[in-house]
């Protein structure tokens, strides 16, 4: 059984698409929303006004990991607020990506009757302005938007957080988190300023930014892995934790799963694989479970063991 819960929201299975893939357009959401195996639908990060994003070629990928630029390509906070999913949790991912813009969105999901059922705040878009940085990055803007986004809206919502790397990170986000209390947090978005390089034309892999764009994929995976796990000691089963970052196959999400996630979204996979991927997460981690007696999630969610095996 793979159902989990995000607050009081039931997905049917624990595994769903990453933000801003294969989920900007109406026609792709609701191939997601038809998808059995898709655990809950989650939009493309919106803004205010419709966006057709950077200059293509802007995402570039091959087996094992990724690097996008894609500007915030969107159809505008008002079409995703339209959009019925009746089946499955529908998520709205907020970018703003100033903060005057996210109020305006978070504005209209707590004023409109939507078929939203939670929103997903993006503080940590890597492919914005690199002046301020990321706002999931900056204790005292981070504190602030949350202190405003929380005034704005009362349904549930949770943060997609940046990679973190140091303990202090780890602690002052905690903190800031645990005085605003979103129901969950997504570990975590593309590692900022990566560089693929095209050795044959001599160029950059994409086109904005002079080749510099967000990396996802397996070349990731230890680092939203740790995160999780970080997160998941520090919360106290508080905050529910979704992990995203390389997940490619059962084995990945089953770890996931071992670290502390509740759920897992599929980024760079289900970009180079389509939609098959999810069922082959789905029955594949289901076998896994068989194999170790677990039932269900709750069985060994957070359950890491010490490793006290001894090398010969
Ligand atoms: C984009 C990339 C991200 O990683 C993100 O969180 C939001 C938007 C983009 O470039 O479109």
């Not at 504190?143 to 405003?148: D, H, Q, T």
């Not at 590692?191 to 994409?206: K, M, R």
């Not at 990731?220 to 970080?230: E, F, G």
């Not at 896994?288 to 060994?300: A, E, N, Q, V, W």
Request: net charge neutral; charged share 20%; hydrophobic share 35%.
């Amino acid at each position: 059984m793979l159902t989990t819960t995000l607050g009081t929201v039931e997905l049917p299975t624990c595994v769903f698409n990453a933000s801003g893939v294969r989920c900007t357009t109406v026609e792709e959401l609701n191939t997601l929303a038809n998808n059995p195996y898709v655990g809950a639908v989650l939009t493309k990060s919106c803004t205010v006004k419709p966006r057709k994003g950077n200059p293509e070629p802007r995402y570039y990928d091959n087996q094992m990991t990724s690097i996008n630029s894609n500007g915030l390509c969107n159809l505008g906070y008002k079409a995703y607020g339209s959009v019925q999913v009746s089946n499955k949790p529908y998520i709205v991912s907020v970018a703003g990506p100033s903060l005057n813009d996210a109020l305006t969105i978070i504005r209209h999901f707590e004023a409109e009757d939507t078929s939203c059922d939670a929103l997903e705040l993006n503080p940590s878009c890597p492919n914005l302005s690199q002046n301020s940085g990321q706002l999931a990055y900056n204790k005292k803007n981070f504190r602030e938007y949350l202190r405003r986004v929380t005034e704005a809206y009362t349904g549930m919502y949770g943060i997609k957080l940046p990679p973190y790397w140091f303990d202090y990170q780890f602690d002052n986000v905690t903190d800031i988190l645990n005085d605003f209390k979103p129901t969950f947090v997504t570990c975590c978005n593309s590692l900022p300023n990566g560089l693929f390089i095209d050795s044959e034309t001599e160029t950059s892999c994409i086109r904005p930014r002079n080749g510099f764009g967000g990396i996802g994929g397996h070349a990731i995976k230890p680092i939203a892995l740790a995160n999780v796990r970080q997160f998941y000691s520090r919360f106290h089963g508080k905050i529910a934790l979704i992990g995203c970052g390389g997940i490619s196959c059962a084995k990945d999400a089953f770890e996931y799963i071992l670290a502390g996630a509740d759920a897992i979204q599929i980024g760079t996979k289900f970009m180079y694989s389509g939609d098959q991927v999810f069922r082959e997460i789905c029955d594949d981690l289901q076998t896994i479970m068989t194999g170790h007696d677990y039932k269900k999630l709750s069985d060994f969610r957070g359950q890491l063991k010490e490793n006290k095996l001894i090398n010969k």
